[in-house]
């Protein structure tokens, strides 16, 4: 299998998961292409954090209480802190971006997203969370002076999109 990453990736995953009690906060962003066999993520506990997973090219299968869910191009996988995560990225090329993100404003941001219930959505915004995503990325990775100020907008902006 090939796969390729850009975005914040630590060397220890259990580094980036954790609950901030910031207003919000960006524990991992990046994006991913799977070229290949199947890729498949495990985590019986969850997380401490959201985890949003955005479905770009491709196919990606998800269970979620015992229900299977195909996912496709604009689909989103909305994971809640600590609920059990099961996807995989099926066999042929598959492209997606993920956002971990915990805080004390997280919660709110769902709920107007439309977030309260339900593990999987479909988007209409797509290209435009995409570009906020990758501006995401890029700040996240930069730290520049105000970075946290920009994070915390395009983080904004991407739960607005969601509810479009």
């Known amino acids: 299998m090939r796969s390729t990453l850009t975005g914040e990736r630590l060397h220890d995953m259990h580094a980036c998961d954790y609950a901030s009690n910031e207003l919000f906060?960006?524990?991992s962003c990046g994006s991913q292409v799977h070229d290949g066999d199947d890729s498949v993520v495990t985590r019986p506990e969850g997380r401490q954090d959201y985890h949003l997973l955005f479905?770009?090219?491709?196919?990606?299968?998800?269970?979620i209480n015992g229900t299977v869910h195909i996912l496709n191009r604009g689909d989103l996988l909305f994971y809640r802190p600590f609920e059990p995560q099961w996807y995989c990225f099926t066999k042929?090329?598959?492209?997606?971006?993920?956002?971990?993100?915990?805080?004390?404003?997280i919660e709110s941001l769902c709920?107007?997203?439309g977030l309260n219930e339900g593990n999987v959505f479909h988007l209409n915004d797509l290209a435009d969370i995409e570009r906020a995503h990758?501006?995401?990325?890029?700040e996240t990775q930069s730290k520049q002076k105000g970075y946290k100020l920009f994070t915390q907008?395009?983080?904004?902006?991407?739960f607005a999109h969601i509810c479009r």
């Open 25 to 27: 906060n960006v524990n």
């Open 55 to 63: 479905i770009t090219d491709g196919e990606c299968t998800a269970k």
């Open 92 to 105: 042929g090329r598959c492209a997606s971006f993920w956002l971990h993100i915990s805080g004390t404003g």
């Open 111 to 113: 709920a107007q997203a």
């Open 134 to 138: 990758m501006k995401l990325i890029v």
């Open 153 to 158: 907008s395009y983080i904004e902006q991407i």
